[in-house]
């Protein structure tokens, strides 16, 4: 009923908002981009055959998710800007002399972090997901960072090692990190890239004192012997097996839900992912909670505090806000918060935070 009867003056406002952060956004983009195309460009001089086109290349393919890294910093400081401007011409403050409440006030411009988070879980992070897996492929081909240890996908866990009989494909349903233990592996001596040789399978394989040791083991079908166990070295300790190559970053929020139970499936550790999707989904929360500050700071206490303060305040407020939400993710990957509250607490208390600064504003 509300957006209906001021459409005009929702529309105008949304719309301001929206190109002060869509023009903050693609400037910080900018910024960004060339930091990493300078890192890159350090990282490659010492290497051949690796020409300006291919760092270019690179650096395009980590734009999506660079992207969805600023977003929320360009919210903040996109509003900052455009409430500055607004607060200059006063035409935010003109709705509060014709009647609005501060809730209504608030209300013309929160379609656009609701707007910017929707996109941001539902379009943004698709994307992000497709290009950071050829992001990753193509960085490894270039910087020739080698293959990834762990891999995991719908049919169990990949798990590549050397050994004193050359290098080991391990195929495995189930993975104790804490044993070191691996459920009716199979392991494969690979011959060439392209071609494996004698295939070894058991009902247990466990790492420990730099080898592996294979219960019930047969060789291309066959027991090996009486006790049907082998002895195979590896250079791998019992701490690499909860590493794996699918970084919760390369996976979009619909496939992350798979991907989990395929983690806890095989046994691998799933807390960063879950939280990973935590905040993901908390995103148009903190996006509409850094909004409402902005506005609250701008045009209540701070109402004449000079831009260059303010945007200082935006800055730090950035930082406070980026620790927060590091420490809340490092408290839950260490499994001393649950899950879903250090996914979601961080957003909580932004959208908290600003919504109580609105409400100690008797009018905007």
Same mark, same amino acid.
């Given at each position: ?143 020739? *960072? ?123 550790? *799933? ?53 927060? /939400? ?7 990957? *260490?499994? /001393? ?28």
């Amino acid at each position: 009923m509300f957006f209906k009867k001021n459409i005009i003056i929702v529309k105008y406002f949304s719309i301001k908002l929206l190109k002060f952060i869509l023009s903050t956004w693609l400037i910080l983009i900018g910024i960004i981009s060339v930091i990493d195309f300078s890192d890159l460009y350090s990282k490659a001089r010492d290497k051949e055959n690796i020409g300006i086109g291919n760092l270019i290349i690179i650096t395009m393919e980590n734009l999506p998710a660079r992207a969805d890294e600023l977003l929320l910093y360009a919210v903040l400081f996109g509003s900052v800007f455009c409430f500055l401007e607004l607060r200059k011409s006063q035409e935010f403050i003109s709705l509060g002399l014709n009647g609005f409440s501060i809730w209504q006030s608030f209300t013309t411009i929160v379609l656009v972090p609701v707007f910017l988070g929707i996109m941001s879980i539902f379009f943004l992070n698709p994307i992000t997901a497709i290009t950071q897996k050829i992001y990753e492929v193509h960085n490894e081909q270039i910087f020739k *960072s080698g293959k990834k240890l762990l891999t995991i996908s719908t049919d169990g866990l990949w798990l590549r090692d050397k050994s004193n009989i050359g290098t080991i494909l391990i195929q495995g349903k189930y993975l104790d990190t804490n044993l070191g233990k691996i459920k009716r592996p199979i392991f494969f001596l690979q011959i060439s890239s392209e071609e494996l040789g004698t295939r070894i399978d058991a009902d247990w394989a466990q790492l420990t004192d730099g080898e592996w040791i294979l219960e019930n083991a047969k060789i291309n079908g066959q027991n090996f012997n009486a006790n049907k166990t082998i002895n195979i070295k590896s250079n791998l300790i019992i701490n690499d097996l909860i590493l794996n190559s699918s970084k919760p970053n390369s996976l979009s929020i619909f496939e992350l839900f798979s991907f989990i139970k395929t983690l806890d499936k095989t046994g691998i550790p *799933s807390i960063r992912h879950r939280i990973y999707l935590h905040n993901i989904l908390s995103k148009p929360l903190a996006f509409i909670g850094i909004t409402a500050l902005a506005a609250a700071l701008i045009f209540g206490w701070f109402s004449r505090t000079p831009p260059t303060k303010m945007t200082i305040y935006a800055l730090s407020g950035g930082f406070f806000y980026f620790f927060i /939400q590091r420490l809340f993710t490092a408290l839950g990957t *260490s499994e /001393q918060m649950p899950v879903i509250v250090s996914g979601w607490l961080p957003s909580i208390i932004l959208f908290g935070t600003g919504l109580f600064f609105l409400a100690l504003n008797e009018e905007i």
